[in-house]
């Protein structure tokens, strides 16, 4: 019930209360105020969102915690935002990066892999996401490394294993559009590959 009916249902008997009457139109000038009213307001909620803000908005959200744009997009710099509040508030252990990683990539825990010395090398981490998880934020490599890299303890060397999606069958007769070879006249099907990547000369990031 919107709030043209409402404020109808709200009328005594003596009144109609058709769509059509009289009375229904004058609500219905001053409810359609209200709900540009609304609009609004919905609009500048929507504005002050990291997930929705851009541009010189995003920017405003980004001063708020003295995170600098630099040269970087959207994509990146709101990626950089939601990794600043994150070092900001981590404490270094498994459990805290994991609840950071999928709050800053918007991923499940399910699809992170976290291992500590990995290999049995001391003060070291491997992680594993997902490859989409990174490549939605319009984001490099090295830029994910040096992330990792402040929001994992002090004196701890991330390793992470960015995962594709592609795949052999079993050997069985079987067809899957979003893990085997793909199709050059249909990019959308098939899986991708997942790549490697350790960290050895992160780039700089701004206030980073």
Do not use: C
């Not at 058709?18 to 000038?29: C, G, N, P």
Request: charged share 25%; net charge negative; hydrophobic share 35%.
């Amino acid at each position: 019930m919107n709030l043209k009916e409402r404020l109808l249902e709200a009328l005594t008997s003596v009144y109609t209360k058709t769509q059509d009457s009289k009375i229904a139109r004058f609500i219905t000038l001053v409810t359609d105020q209200i709900d540009e009213i609304y609009v609004v307001k919905d609009k500048i909620k929507d504005s002050r969102n990291i997930e929705t803000a851009f541009g010189e908005t995003l920017d405003k959200i980004g001063e708020a915690v003295q995170q600098e744009r630099g040269s970087l997009g959207d994509p990146t710099y709101r990626l950089l935002i939601k990794s600043k509040v994150a070092r900001n508030r981590s404490t270094g252990d498994i459990n805290t990066i994991l609840t950071v990683m999928e709050s800053m990539l918007d991923i499940s825990q399910e699809d992170i892999l976290l291992e500590e010395n990995p290999g049995n090398e001391p003060a070291s981490v491997y992680i594993e996401i997902p490859l989409v998880a990174v490549g939605q934020y319009n984001i490099t490599r090295e830029h994910f490394i040096t992330i990792l890299n402040r929001i994992t303890a002090a004196g701890v060397r991330p390793y992470t294993r960015l995962n594709g999606t592609f795949e052999f069958s079993d050997g069985s007769p079987e067809v899957d559009n979003d893990a085997g070879f793909g199709d050059l006249n249909n990019p959308d099907t098939g899986g991708f590959f997942g790549s490697w990547h350790e960290p050895e000369n992160p780039v700089e990031l701004p206030d980073w």
